[in-house]
């Protein structure tokens, strides 16, 4: 299930220029969620190519992961105003593709706070909760979930570089083994 190009769920769509959906191999089982379209994903339509996307193509090549061989995609399709935070409502809105998008998944990774609000109902520190790892309902079946830090709080911050590191090493494992 995919949202159409006049979709009306949330109010994000009045500000958007393209839809972002995933990408990547939907197939491999592995997904990294992150928060939101930003600007120039908004222009390409692809999640994950501006600043963020930078970093995250970068720490995933240092670990031997190429991206394009895991899914990646947001909590939400569109984006939001001013690179604000999805509200709760935006979230819920979008939950169906994102659930639809996971459905076939056996390891989510969810990048900072909006993915591990949306999809663990966490609202604590992210400090306190990354790498390890739980599980997640996606229509109605359990999947392993790893949260962990989002590429933009590694800029500045080594124990998120180590942390969000160390999680794609994880995945690269992971999908290595076929587990
Ligand atoms: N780009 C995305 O696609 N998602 C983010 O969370 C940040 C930048």
């Known amino acids: ?5 006049d979709c009306g769920l949330c109010s994000l769509c009045t500000g958007r220029t393209k839809l972002v959906l995933p990408s990547g191999d939907p197939s491999s089982g592995i997904a990294f969620v992150g928060e939101a379209p930003g600007e120039s994903e908004d222009l390409q339509g692809r999640p994950f190519v501006g600043r963020s996307g930078k970093i995250l193509d970068k720490m ?17 399709k569109c984006r939001p105003p001013k690179n604000r935070d999805p ?20 390891l989510v990774i969810g990048l900072g706070k909006s993915a591990c609000r949306d999809l663990l109902g966490y609202e604590g520190k992210m400090g306190d909760i990354v790498n390890k790892r739980t599980f997640i309902t996606v229509e109605g079946k359990e999947i392993a979930f790893i949260p962990t830090y989002h590429p933009a709080a590694c800029i500045y911050n080594k124990e998120a570089r180590e942390g ?7 995945a690269r494992g992971e999908l290595e083994a076929g587990n």
């Not at 995933?60 to 939400?76: F, H, K, P």
């Not at 979230?91 to 056996?106: I, N, V």
């Not at 969000?164 to 994880?170: D, K, P, S, V």
Request: proline share 2%.
């Open 60 to 76: 995933m090549a240092e670990e031997g992961l190429d991206r394009s061989r895991v899914m990646i995609t947001n909590t939400v």
């Open 87 to 106: 509200t709760k409502e935006e979230m819920a809105a979008c939950r169906r593709f994102l659930d639809s998008e996971l459905s076939s998944c056996r």
């Open 164 to 170: 969000l590191r160390e999680t794609i090493r994880t």
């Open 1 to 5: 299930m995919r949202p159409s190009e």
